[in-house]
Nanobody
Framework: QVQLVESGGGLVQPGGSLRLSCAASGSFFSMNNMAWYRRQAPGKQRELVAQITSGGRTVYADSVKGRFTISRDNAKNTVYLQMSSLLPEDTAVYYC????????WGQGTQVTVSS
């Protein structure tokens, strides 16, 4: 069984930066794909923000390209999302996602971008 625990969310001003972390318990190495999703409003579908494979290949949503960076540290069983030049429209609950032999979700962490 794998559990994902996000941290690092909070309130930040437009143009600021935050780093989200997702710590995985259990067998991290079996996770082929790790990703961050976000839900910008209740009732709205979660959207993919960034994804990283076990080999380090990354994919980003067009809306965050050049501003967000996803990375993973297999030794620490952790995946990160470095967010820079944040915009009010980046406000959302951010969820960590992992896929291996099964699919796992974290509980979510709130990011609010506001002055």
């Amino acid at each position: 069984q794998v559990q994902l625990v996000e941290s690092g969310g909070g309130l930040v001003q437009p143009g600021g930066s935050l780093r989200l972390s997702c710590a995985a318990s259990g067998s991290f190495f079996s996770m082929n794909n790790m990703a961050w999703y976000r839900r910008q409003a209740p009732g709205k579908q979660r959207e993919l923000v960034a994804q990283i494979t076990s080999g380090g290949r990354t994919v980003y949503a067009d809306s965050v390209k050049g501003r967000f960076t996803i990375s993973r540290d297999n030794a620490k069983n952790t995946v990160y999302l470095q967010m820079s030049s944040l915009l009010p429209e980046d406000t959302a609950v951010y969820y960590c996602f992992a896929a291996g032999t099964a699919v796992y979700w974290g509980q979510g962490t709130q990011v609010t971008v506001s002055s």
